[in-house]
Structure formats: C-alpha cells, structure tokens
C-alpha cells in the first residue's frame, strides 16, 4: 500500500463503552504523530466501523470494565492482525507482580517500539530522530471533533463535551512514591520530569484572537512529591502562562505535612489561577494525622479555596465479607467528617469490586449524597435518603406534610404501618430503594445501629470549625 494512501483507525474503547469524561491523551498524541508525517487518520465511533479501508488500528482502554467494540470483537482472525491494543484497562487487574510488572513496561514501550511508527521521522525534538517521543509530541487537539459535533447534532450541549476541545492536557511529572496497591504505579518508587509545559501547550486562537484552549489540565500522578526543583520551577511556568489550570488526579496533600516545603507550596498555589475546585485525596483513614497536619496549612493560606478530596473505597469487597464492608462503610464516614470538619467537600471514587460487596448499592447512594456539593453541603445522608424518599411519594401523587423527618420520626411512622395502609385512592406508599438500602444496611448490622445512624447524621453545617486552621500553631 502506498504512503499516500495509507489510512490508520484510531479507537477509544471507553469512548465507545458508555462514553468518558476525558480524551485519551495517548490517542491524541498517537493522532499527532500521524498528522505531522501527513499520514491519514480517523477517530473510530462507530461500532460498527468497516475496518476493511484501515491498514493498522490503535485500540486504548483504559478501564478494565470496558468492553471492547463490536468491529473488534466480530474481527476474523485476519482482520485481528491490524489491532494494536494497549492501555492500563488490558492488565491493571492483574494480581501477580511479576506479570503486572511485565504487562505494564511493555503497554509503556510499545509504541517506542512500533514497527510502523519507527519508519517515519519524529518532528518534536528529543533524542529519536524516528518513532513517536510521547514526552515531547503535540497531542492533536482536533482528534474528537468530529465524535462532539455528532453528539451536538444529538441534542446534547456541547459544554458537556468541553474536556475534549477547551484544554490543554499533559504530563509534568510522571511517577509516585506511594505504592498504593489500587493504583497503577504501585511498583513505581521514584517521581522524574517528563514533558515540558510548551511541548504540549496549544496556543491556536479562533478568529476573535481568543485562545481555543484557553484550560491546562495535568495528569501528573504525584507532582508535590518530585524534587522541589521541579516541583517549583513548573509551578511557576503554570502560573506564568496566566491560564487557568487543574491537576486532575489530585495533588498528594500529604506532602504539606511531610516536605519541609509544605507552607511553600500551600502558599505558592494559593496564588495560582487554578480552575474549578483544588482536589486531593485522602484514600486511607489511617493517613488522617497527615492529612489533618496538612489541612491546618492548607487552610490557613487558602481559607476560601474550594477544596476537594477524592474517597477512594470499595476496594477487594467480597459478598460474605461483612466486617471488611463495615470497616469500608465506617471510614468513608470518618474521612467525610474530617474533611468537613475543615470546610473541605468529598468524593466518592469507587473501585469496581464495590459491585460484590453485601449491599453494593450503598457505595452508590453515598456516592449520590457526596459527590453532589447542594446535597453534601446542606444534608445529612439521612437527611439526603429521607428526601429522596418523599421526593418518590411527592412524584406519585402523595401528600407530604413534612420533605425531611429525623429517623426517629420516620421509625414510629414506619411501625405504625404507615408504609402499609391505603390513602384515600387506594393506592400505597412504598419504600424507595435509597430509603431501602440505608434500612438494609442497618438490619445486616443490629450491633452497629447507633454507630451508623450517628455517621448518616453528620452534617457539614454542624462540622466545620474555621478555627482549626486560623493559626499554624498545631501543625507539629
């Protein structure tokens, strides 16, 4: 086949799988490669894709919950010779180190490795003259466009599709210390530079003058934790270029605590144009000593800073298992209130094995409550589970003399047989399936119940104490 017609798919499998929020930066990449050596190119988004017309199709998943799409799976044997597949969502299940360790340096090198690839020049600089360096390559920014006007044509606005074309999106900083075992770079020990902020900074304007991409967001995987050299000098190269920018994955909060440079950085980002909610995580209850060092001086230099911190839970939960569900259930509560404690707000991230845990399906309203700041910031979860509940009946043609009761107004209700008698049409209440699981959870735990219902009572309104972060003087 001739350079001049040679035609590369390129697939977003989690695009393709219920959509994502964000583009696949290695695609974008991938697609800017291509683009400087003229070669023709095409985002797949369509499952049903004649793979016929392509030479070579790049597939990347992310998630391991993504199924693959139709064309991929109904490909004949010959056909499957064209996939290039690779992505953290084909082995970051994977249980046995050695093979993680082996999966994931070849998904990382493959591409650097590309038989194809490596025939054509690298125009971006860096030390291969052929091949694709994806620390230095240009993303195409344009590599969605076409998937956000089809889904504009929907009839869905297209500030929905907003992560796909008004940012930039790199790495800084690739690497981390942590070695958490849900993560992707558990085996990684040490934190280096890997793309300077003009390699994949875009600077295209419209006709206005205004900047396209007026956003920078980063998916740095522990950007405080680098050398203070690094950390400090592209800090600043952010706030220079006087955009708005965001680290997506969170910045590590520990790291206020643990770096003698901690009121440095509280400081330094509390003068930065940073885009949306600051976000970091606290994923351990046994890390809160750090994290409440942490907040001290987070808030004492950003006392009106939206903050956020990702929850992770749900990790390794067996449907027999109930004390790990428990303790799981109880320190999501403990996180939130801490964070709440400090004017700070949550959000639930869970681990896909919440799925077999005994009620799953309480992971998922907590999620409803916590990740919804008008519900998190005014409601209980009991306050937020009893709404949901009269909202049901308001929606049924119910009367409600009252939208939220305290549980214990709803329990003589409920044994009165309240939920059991006819109104005046015939018709019956029931018990919405949010009301349904909190119930649940409390019958499956009877020595628990007065623990959990003080956890469901905590309210971010009656929490907050600014006085723990007025002064510095607790922080040691």
Same mark, same amino acid.
Request: hydrophobic residues 35%; glycine residues 6%.
């Given at each position: 086949?001739?350079?001049g017609i040679i ?6 499998a989690?695009?393709?799988?219920n959509g994502?929020r ?8 991938l697609a800017?490669? %291509? ?7 095409h !985002? ?5 894709? *004649?793979?016929s /017309?392509?030479?070579?199709i790049?597939i990347?998943r992310?998630?391991t ?5 139709a064309f991929y799976e109904?490909?004949t044997a010959t /056909?499957?010779?064209k996939f290039?597949?690779?992505g953290t969502?084909?082995?970051a299940?994977?249980?046995n180190?050695?093979k993680y360790?082996? /999966?994931?340096?070849?998904?990382m090198n493959q591409?650097a490795n590309?038989?194809?690839?490596n ?12 091949g694709i ?7 195409? #920014?344009?590599?969605?466009d076409e998937f956000v006007?089809q889904?504009v044509r ?6 929905k599709?907003?992560d796909?074309?008004q940012?930039s999106?790199?790495?800084?900083t ?5 070695h ?6 558990k085996l990684?020990?040490?934190i280096?530079?890997y793309s300077?902020?003009e390699?994949?900074? *875009?600077e295209?304007?419209d006709e206005?003058g ?6 920078i967001y !980063?998916?740095?995987d522990?950007f405080l934790?680098?050398?203070p ?5 592209? !800090?600043q190269q952010?706030?220079?270029t ?10 590590d909060?520990?790291?206020l605590?643990?770096s003698p440079y901690?009121?440095e950085?509280a400081?330094?980002l ?12 606290f ?12 907040l ?9 800073k939206g903050?956020?911190? #990702?929850?992770f839970c749900g990790f ?5 298992n ?11 509560f403990h996180r =939130?209130?801490?964070?709440?404690t400090?004017?700070c ?5 869970r ?7 005994p009620v799953?399906n %309480?992971y998922i309203q ?5 990740n ?5 910031k ?6 937020y589970? #009893?709404r ?10 119910f009367?409600v003399a009252k939208? =939220?009761k305290t549980f214990e107004?709803?329990?003589k209700?409920y044994?009165?047989g ?8 015939g018709?019956?209440?029931?018990i919405c399936?949010?009301l349904q699981?909190? %119930?649940d959870?409390?019958?499956m ?6 623990? !959990? ?8 309104s009656e929490l907050i104490?600014?006085?723990l972060w007025k002064t %510095?003087k607790?922080t040691?």
């Amino acid at each position: 086949m001739a350079k001049g017609i040679i035609k590369i798919g390129l697939v977003d499998a989690d695009l393709l799988c219920n959509g994502t929020r964000h583009p696949n930066l290695v695609l974008m990449k991938l697609a800017g490669f %291509l683009y400087d050596n003229g070669i023709d190119f095409h !985002l797949i988004i369509d499952q049903n894709e *004649d793979i016929s /017309q392509y030479k070579l199709i790049y597939i990347s998943r992310v998630f391991t919950f993504t199924q693959m799409p139709a064309f991929y799976e109904n490909a004949t044997a010959t /056909q499957r010779k064209k996939f290039r597949e690779g992505g953290t969502g084909f082995y970051a299940n994977e249980l046995n180190v050695n093979k993680y360790r082996f /999966q994931r340096e070849k998904d990382m090198n493959q591409l650097a490795n590309d038989e194809f690839l490596n025939q054509y020049p690298n125009h971006r600089g860096g030390p291969r003259t052929n091949g694709i360096d994806l620390a230095h390559q240009m993303p195409y #920014y344009h590599l969605y466009d076409e998937f956000v006007e089809q889904k504009v044509r929907e009839g869905f606005k297209r500030d929905k599709y907003k992560d796909y074309q008004q940012y930039s999106i790199g790495f800084l900083t690739r690497g981390c210390i942590r070695h958490c075992p849900f993560c992707i770079n558990k085996l990684e020990d040490t934190i280096l530079p890997y793309s300077e902020l003009e390699w994949f900074l *875009d600077e295209e304007r419209d006709e206005h003058g205004r900047l396209v991409r007026p956003y920078i967001y !980063l998916w740095d995987d522990n950007f405080l934790a680098s050398d203070p050299s690094v950390w400090r000098a592209r !800090l600043q190269q952010l706030i220079n270029t006087g955009r708005p920018f965001q680290f997506r994955q969170g910045l590590d909060e520990r790291m206020l605590a643990e770096s003698p440079y901690g009121e440095e950085m509280a400081e330094m980002l509390s003068h930065t144009k940073y885009h949306g909610d600051f976000i970091f995580a606290f994923d351990n209850w046994k890390d809160r000593p750090l994290i409440e060092r942490a907040l001290k001086i987070w808030k004492h230099y950003n006392p009106n800073k939206g903050t956020k911190f #990702y929850l992770f839970c749900g990790f390794m939960q067996k449907p027999d298992n109930f004390e790990k569900f428990y303790k799981d259930i109880w320190e999501i509560f403990h996180r =939130i209130k801490v964070l709440m404690t400090y004017g700070c707000v949550g959000y639930i991230m869970r681990h896909e094995d919440y799925k077999k845990a005994p009620v799953s399906n %309480l992971y998922i309203q907590i999620a409803r409550w916590c990740n919804q700041q008008a519900f998190y910031k005014k409601m209980s979860f009991w306050e937020y589970t #009893y709404r949901n509940q009269t909202y049901w009946e308001q929606s049924a043609g119910f009367n409600v003399a009252k939208e =939220i009761k305290t549980f214990e107004e709803f329990q003589k209700d409920y044994e009165s047989g309240y939920y059991e008698k006819l109104d005046s049409l015939g018709k019956q209440r029931k018990i919405c399936k949010t009301l349904q699981t909190l %119930l649940d959870t409390l019958e499956m735990f009877p020595e628990h119940r007065t623990e !959990l219902l003080e956890m469901f009572s905590f309210k971010m309104s009656e929490l907050i104490d600014p006085s723990l972060w007025k002064t %510095l003087k607790n922080t040691e």
